[in-house]
């Protein structure tokens, strides 16, 4: 009967959000929280110093009460020195805050604090070989970034503080090693503060035990994790859970909400569970499984996918959609650089797009138009981010998340769902990705294995270049034959031409077909047998390609003069223009030009001639004009060669 209860509940909660209107500006309200919050955190200082030790672990006991702007508390470090001895070791630290003291080896030792960097000085040089370890005893408030890494505030009156750290703020709140590359193979958080509240981090929750007045709150993790996915909120959370079942076993899906929020966010949490068996589906098992999957609300706008545990503000469909996705791409696999910030941003947005194809179908095609749209508003702009010191660039809501979604949906359609999916997988489970950090040739070097195809073209006119196509598409139909010519002009030069494999829709009142065609040059013809007769053709009408406003244009023989034609039209080898009627006085002209209007050629008609024929072969196939001038006066019309 449990099971029977939470399936209806489940389809109850898929109802009432299939009521709900598709808000394209979702994702402007994702990114933008994210724009804003991280602003105030960017760091551009050479992480250098921190690169001779790699962390094994970090055991983190903090003092929190959600009525003070402050936080004290020691972080104990487990780390190897990387390829030499070492007799410092350099934390980042926000100078905001105060040291108290460093312990190693149960010694105070020396130390030094100053440009936001905390060196410690060990008595004798450690060896790269040896696990060591040191801990941070410090104190202090945390600097006010606006809505900064670490906030203090109220939620109904009740005091609340959150944390958000990506991409430099951990260092703002504790002592760490800030960066994308080294994670802590795993983690321990232990939390204490008054038991009127709740303390909500990352992994499992182990232990909740009374210390005097006060309880301490230990949540265990055991996955590797980068810095700023490490988390803590903390205030009178209410907590309920759902259960994500996999064969024998299930996953707890742990809520920590406001009190006044908590009956109105029963029903939007519920559905993640549907989204995680999709997931789990198209790209492997969750990959914190052992642990748990979560949610924290918070006070910011938006969300931040912290490792099993994430932020949210609100319960909107897509958000929640958006920070589980990370989950599989931007926190087991997570982006080696902030230049490829779209293998967390755009993977994210694309696998709320996933949610609405599997789960919201009504949505999937307005999904994908709305994010078609928001590209193509501006000429220029690549995936691939060339100014990483503008953090409005990075998380730049059209090209991070909207054309890294798309450039994604666009490469399925390319090689397939099969290729596309199996990629996908074979990049997350590679044993130097996963868990790890990796870059966008990693990803590129998984999709070309999956689909047997060498996709550089792909990714240099995608991924590094900019702009999109525009298409104008000529056609004609004869009998059962349409004949058609299409053209491409981009919105950016940094792209020659956009190769393509373009779909066409030839339709009717009553029929229609769609037809996949590979578009190889501006200008290339083809011909395709229709059995009816088409009135009209749509370009791309299921919304799978990234291009502007198309251009169609019924280019069929239409004489302006009746005792004149052209045939065959359209003409492979050879094409007549003949008069049918009496032939005019004089010598006549017939003038040929390409779609563009230049002048290809011009042909002489002696009196008494009745016409000419063309040697298409020497004519490169497309769209052509011709003009007939005979005495005094002319007309023409449009034919096409094809091949």
């Known amino acids: 009967m449990k099971t029977k209860f939470t399936f209806a509940c489940l389809l109850l909660s898929v109802f009432l959000y299939a009521q709900k209107e598709f808000n394209p ?38 003092n929190i ?9 020691n972080i104990t470090t487990l780390f190897q020195p990387v390829s030499a001895d070492i007799d410092t070791l350099d934390f980042d630290l926000n100078q905001a805050l105060v040291v108290d003291s460093v312990i ?14 905390l060196a410690v000085r060990f008595p004798s040089a450690l060896s790269h070989l040896a696990v060591d370890s040191v801990t941070v005893y410090y104190h202090g408030v945390p600097p006010e970034n606006g809505f900064g890494s670490f906030v203090q505030g109220t939620h109904s009156g009740a005091p609340v503080i959150w944390t958000l750290s990506e991409p430099y703020g951990a260092s703002d709140w504790w002592p760490c090693k800030n960066g994308l590359t080294d994670k802590a193979d795993s983690l321990d958080v232990f939390i204490r503060t008054s038991p009127a509240y709740k ?3 990352n992994g499992l929750l182990v232990s909740s035990v009374m210390q005097g007045p006060e309880i301490v709150y230990h949540w265990k993790h055991r996955y590797p994790i980068a810095t700023y996915l490490v ?25 920590y909400v406001y009190p006044e929020d908590s009956a109105s966010a029963v029903g939007p949490t519920s559905l993640v569970v549907r989204m995680i068996q999709v997931y789990d589906s198209l790209f492997g098992i969750y990959p914190f499984q052992r642990e748990k999957y979560g949610h924290a609300q918070f006070g910011w706008g938006g969300g931040m996918e912290n490792q099993t545990m994430t932020f949210v503000t609100s319960f909107d469909f897509e958000l929640l959609a958006h920070e589980l996705g990370h989950q599989w791409f931007g926190d087991k696999v997570t982006c080696g650089s902030w230049s490829d910030i779209w293998l967390n941003e755009g993977f994210a947005t694309y696998l709320s797009g996933l949610c609405y194809e599997f789960i919201l179908p009504s949505f999937w095609e307005r999904f994908r138009q709305a994010r078609i749209k928001s590209i193509i508003s501006k000429p220029d702009g690549s995936v691939f981010c060339t100014d990483t010191t503008s953090i409005a660039r990075i998380f730049d809501t059209r090209l991070s998340y909207a054309k890294g979604a798309m450039i994604l949906h666009q490469l399925r359609w390319v090689i397939g769902d099969s290729a596309f999916f199996t990629g996908l997988r074979s990049y997350l489970d590679d044993a130097s990705l996963s868990y790890g950090f990796a870059r966008t040739e990693n990803l590129k070097s998984h999709l070309e294995s999956s689909s047997r195809q060498d996709l550089t073209w792909y990714f240099n006119d995608w991924y590094t270049g900019q702009g999109f196509p525009t298409y104008q598409v000529n056609w004609s139909q004869t ?14 030069p940094s792209v020659s031409f956009f190769e393509m494999s373009i779909p066409l829709k030839f339709k009717n009142q009553t029929r229609d077909t769609l037809i996949r065609f590979s578009n190889s040059f501006s200008g290339q013809a083809f011909t395709v047998m229709i059995p009816f007769t088409v009135d009209s053709v749509i370009f791309d009408p299921d919304y799978q390609l990234i291009t502007g406003n198309h251009a169609f ?3 069929g023989e239409h004489p302006i003069n009746n005792t004149f034609q052209v045939f065959p039209n ?32 011009e042909f002489l008609m002696n009196p008494g001639e009745t016409g000419m024929t063309l040697d298409a072969g020497k004519y490169i196939p497309g769209l052509y004009l011709y003009l007939v001038k005979e005495d005094g006066t002319q007309f023409g019309g449009k034919f096409m060669i094809a091949r």
Request: glycine content about 8%; proline content about 4%; aromatic content about 10%.
């Open 553 to 555: 244009t019924d280019v």
């Open 231 to 255: 988390c803590l909120g903390v205030t009178n959370y209410a907590v309920y859970n759902h259960q994500v079942p996999f064969g024998g076993e299930s996953l707890n899906v742990v809520n």
């Open 570 to 601: 359209p003409g492979t080898d050879q094409i007549n223009f003949r008069f049918t009627g009496p032939v005019p006085r004089g010598q006549n002209r017939i003038c040929i030009y390409d779609h563009s209007g230049r002048k290809m050629a």
């Open 479 to 492: 009998n059962d034959t349409v004949a058609f010519t299409v053209s491409q002009t981009r919105s950016d």
């Open 104 to 117: 190693y080896h149960n010694n105070q030792v020396e130390w030094n604090h100053s440009s936001d960097l």
């Open 25 to 62: 500006g979702n994702l402007t309200a994702i990114s933008k929280g994210d724009q804003d919050s991280y602003s105030r955190k960017q760091d551009t200082r050479n992480t250098a110093a921190t690169a001779n030790y790699d962390v094994k672990w970090y055991r983190c006991f903090w």
């Open 65 to 73: 009460d959600p009525n003070i702007d402050s936080i004290s508390g």
């Open 199 to 201: 303390a909500a981090s």
